[in-house]
Nanobody, 120 residues
Framework: VQLQASGGGLVQAGDSLRLSCAASGRTAKNYAVGWFRQAPGQERSFVAV????????DYEDALKGRFTISRDNAENTIYLQMNNLKPEDTAIYYCAAAFEIATMTSPEYWGQGTQVTVSS
């Protein structure tokens, strides 16, 4: 499975962005997909995850209510809707695929990152 993240950019605090993760390969829909982020000088951290059919999601606690993960298996695309962005959301955002949500701690595949910068 190959993953291509896009949709990042420079926005102001309070704005919204929707990131996309395009998954290629016939078996892409068989994977749970997660979003992670890495801020400057920090380790990469978990943001959100969604299961294969899109019916189960999970989020980093501090992001619940602002971020929403979804997927369109017909389009092989996973989305991350980010609302009310804050400067501390500035990071490179990555998508990753794992066989199950439970194994998202060690994803099988990673996409390249997309930069999100939030100005105050």
């Amino acid at each position: 499975v190959q993953l291509q993240a896009s949709g990042g950019g420079l926005v102001q605090a309070g704005d919204s962005l929707r990131l996309s993760c395009a998954a290629s390969g016939r078996t892409a829909k068989n994977y749970a997909v997660g979003w992670f982020r890495q801020a400057p000088g920090q380790e990469r951290s978990f943001v959100a995850v969604i299961n294969q059919l899109g019916g189960v999601t999970d989020y980093e606690d501090a992001l619940k209510g602002r971020f929403t993960i979804s997927r369109d298996n017909a389009e092989n695309t996973i989305y991350l809707q980010m609302n009310n962005l804050k400067p501390e959301d500035t990071a490179i955002y990555y998508c990753a695929a794992a066989f199950e949500i439970a194994t998202m701690t060690s994803p099988e595949y990673w996409g390249q990152g997309t930069q999100v910068t939030v100005s105050s």
